[in-house]
């Protein structure tokens, strides 16, 4: 995987977090009774392992990644014996871990030996010794195990987490692709992405059916609306496909980051493409603080921009059910009457609930399905009853 | 129990991951991110798929999730309920279990929560077969580890 397309969205870090990542030290912590073979070949691979990484340009962390992606991990290395895999994995995550992983390949290595690694994270926050001492009591195991906490290397995930981009082709002439590939047919529409950390890379059953959706009812000079824009793709194919504007919502400031970026990637200015950041106003209350916070700010500004209801040609909604139905009439009050309305990201067996909540509003309703998931479309009723 | 074509169309698992999870919360930072972007698994897929999931449990319940990666990173995952230790925690509106179980009693449920719970657990893909009383019988148990004292109706 080469450095110069991390070296292209990577932006300059703030300084405090540099200093942060350029000391990423390992703290090697011995328990008693333990074997020093093993904790020597274990030392040997957290030392090979650290200067590898500590030479990787990716020392500077996008902007676009918030800080809560940001925020700090302890990554704890645990061996312990085979027999008390599971339960010790059960009682970490009791006790205070995140995650424990445990790799299959790891067996080949030592057939003979009854030890294995556990890989498990810890919150910074944690005191990772009484955590697992906590956990080892607690299931009765003689010795406490041997562990290295390290600390977590941010870059590390995120960058592998992007290698699994490839460009989709999601129909036939319609392909997208992430940021550093090169688009396989240059014939074809194709939507550049960056993904970063917003919803909606284009490979999910759910933006598949949508973008379908999209292609079949944009004729040219639409206006659209995406509810829960995330990456902002579906408004950034609208546009390529004809539509005069889109605008994207979405509660998260990530997406609304994601989404201003993917639309410069593919040329699409602020006049074609507007997009705005609204309050989460789903019951009980977002655990998005952040929003709160900014609402103040916005709420002048969501008045001016999108207060306009019954004014979008086009609506697409792909968020989760519950918001899907606490906000039916929110959604569908920005369509014209007669407009087309779809929504997704619902799974096959929470039709029926989607279903019930939008047959009053919508009409010539749609389904579509791919995989488990559903997408349902259907016309904004003419006459209005609930006024 | 699984089908001989299942064993056949196996395929090679890279690692087992355990996590637990806000319901309808997950989303592409730690503790999820670093977890599965370690073995190259679709983050967004997962979110997605375990969000829509949760759908039906009060959001910000932590939920328990053992995901198997399989070396093509494909991956595949069950999501269970939470602890017996969770619910009966909130059940008797405390924090943390007596320091003393046996001997200092922390708080008190009554029959009916321990029923409640017994549902919600019998719904867990592993409790299926187990008949309600046996549930009953285990989560007292728990609660006794705790000193939760269980009593008939609330004074």
Known sequence: ?387 | MATLKEILTRRPVAATIRLTVPAGGARPAPPVGPALGQYRLNLMAFCKDFNARTQKYKPETPMSVTITAFKDNTFEFTVKSPSVTWYLKKAAGIESGSSRPGHVTASTVTLKHIYEIAKVKQSDPYCQYMPLESICKSIIGTAATMGIKVVKELD
């Open chain 1, 1 to 387: 995987m080469s450095f110069f397309s991390l070296g292209h969205f990577f932006k300059r870090l703030p300084y405090k977090q540099l200093t942060r990542h350029q000391n990423l030290f390992t703290l090697i912590k011995q328990k008693p009774r333990t074997q020093s073979t093993t904790l020597s070949s274990v030392l040997i691979k957290v030392s090979a392992c650290s200067s590898s990484s500590s030479s990787s340009p990716c020392t500077s962390l996008s902007s676009i990644y918030p800080p809560l992606a940001e925020s700090p991990y302890l990554s704890v290395r645990i061996c312990c014996q085979k027999l008390a895999l599971d339960m010790f994995s059960e009682a970490l995550l009791c006790f205070g871990a995140s995650s424990t992983s445990v790799d299959e390949h790891d067996n080949d290595a030592d057939e003979n030996s009854d030890k294995i690694y556990i890989d498990s994270i810890f919150p910074e926050c944690k005191d990772v010794d009484e955590c697992i001492l906590n956990a080892a009591n607690s299931i009765g195991l003689k010795e406490i195990p041997c562990y290295e906490v390290k600390m977590g290397e941010q870059c590390n995930w995120i960058k592998k987490a992007q290698e699994s981009f490839h460009p989709v082709e999601v129909t036939k002439g319609l392909w997208i692709v992430p940021e550093w590939s090169t688009p396989p047919d240059v014939q074809a529409t194709n939507i550049i992405l960056n993904p970063g950390l917003a919803f909606g890379t284009g490979e999910h059953a759910t933006t598949k059916l949508c973008l379908l959706l999209l292609q079949s009812l944009i004729k040219g000079g639409e206006l659209f609306l995406d509810y829960g824009t995330g990456s902002g793709i579906l408004g950034i194919a609208a546009i390529k496909f004809g539509a005069a504007m889109s605008v994207g919502v979405d509660i998260d400031p990530q997406a609304i980051k994601s989404a201003h970026q993917n639309a410069a990637l593919n040329n699409i200015g602020p006049k074609k493409m507007k997009l705005h950041l609204v309050p989460d106003r789903t019951f009980p209350a977002s655990m998005n603080e952040r929003v709160d916070g900014i609402v103040e700010d916005l709420s002048s500004h969501e008045i001016r921009g999108i207060s306009e209801t019954e004014k979008y040609d086009v609506v697409i909604a792909n968020i989760l059910l519950n918001p899907l139905l606490q906000l039916a009439d929110h959604i569908v009050s920005y369509a014209k009457p007669g407009a087309v309305v779809g929504i997704s990201g619902i799974l096959s067996e929470q039709l029926p609930h989607i279903i019930n909540r939008y047959s009053e509003f919508l009409e010539d309703i749609l389904l579509s399905e791919m995989d488990d998931w559903t997408c349902v479309s259907g016309t904004k009723k003419r006459a209005k009853e609930d006024h």
